[in-house]
């Protein structure tokens, strides 16, 4: 029973998943930003739980990114489907949202046999990935929530479900999609003490997070994710400068 405990964690997270995938066809995609945001808080604790209880399998890793791919992937990709669909002029261009679970499936393999991801990632995880396309699904199912923050900027968000913003969005996906299978180095969030020497960009990182999520409130979701690319490249080039 206790080796299952993570398992069932996971299937949590697909089950939100699911359910986030389904509501997003359904169009609810409110719905469908609140599921994947439960799916990936399950993923967060799944492996946390593991090594906690010292449970940690094979079978786990690999239902692990099951889960993640629909969570992560599928349901974040019908989202921009959905809104591309009744927002640009081809609908065919909707399409190239599609490259988003493509890119998370391949990425997911990819990291269960690669074993310089242990402490560290090569390209954007997926569930960064995924929270950047929740909130620009509930952004344009509850526009109103966009002015919950210090500095609201809804006539911004506005504008990218109007006129040319479909195919930045479009061109967005695709570029969150390379990301994803891209080697670019990027370090995770995961503390092996609370020594700011050994943290000092992790803390850093989170303390500015946390500033824009309550300067921008859902809209700051896209810059934290940006953030943590840049941080990621300056620490990674900072090491490369070190004699």
């Not at 998943?17 to 389904?22: D, F, L, P, V």
Request: proline fraction near 5%; hydrophobic fraction near 55%.
């Amino acid at each position: 029973m206790k080796k299952n405990i993570p398992n069932f964690i996971t299937l949590c997270n697909l089950l939100c998943g699911t359910i986030a995938a389904w509501q997003a066809v359904m169009g609810n995609l409110q719905y469908a930003a609140i599921f994947i945001l439960l799916g990936i808080f399950f993923d967060f604790f799944d492996g946390l739980v593991a090594r906690l209880l010292h449970v940690a399998s094979h079978i786990g890793k690999e239902l692990d990114s099951l889960a993640d791919l629909i969570t992560s992937g599928v349901a974040p990709g019908f989202i921009l489907f959905y809104i591309l669909l009744r927002c640009v002029n081809p609908s065919w261009l909707a399409f190239t949202t599609l490259s988003i679970p493509l890119a998370a499936a391949w990425r997911l393999a990819k990291f269960n046999l690669d074993t310089r991801q242990t402490t560290s990632f090569l390209g954007l995880p997926a569930p960064s990935n995924a929270l950047v396309w929740a909130s620009v699904g509930f952004c344009f199912a509850c526009p109103a929530w966009t002015r919950i923050a210090l500095i609201p900027m809804p006539n911004i968000w506005g504008m990218l479900f109007t006129g040319v913003g479909p195919i930045v969005l479009a061109i967005l996906a695709l570029i969150c999609s390379l990301l994803m299978v891209t080697e670019i180095p990027l370090f995770a969030l995961k503390f092996k003490n609370l020594s700011w020497h050994d943290n000092q960009t992790r803390f850093i990182f989170l303390i500015l997070s946390v500033v824009i999520l309550v300067l921008f409130g859902i809209i700051g979701i896209p810059l934290v994710i940006l953030c943590y690319v840049l941080f990621s490249l300056l620490s990674s080039h900072s090491k490369l400068l070190k004699p």
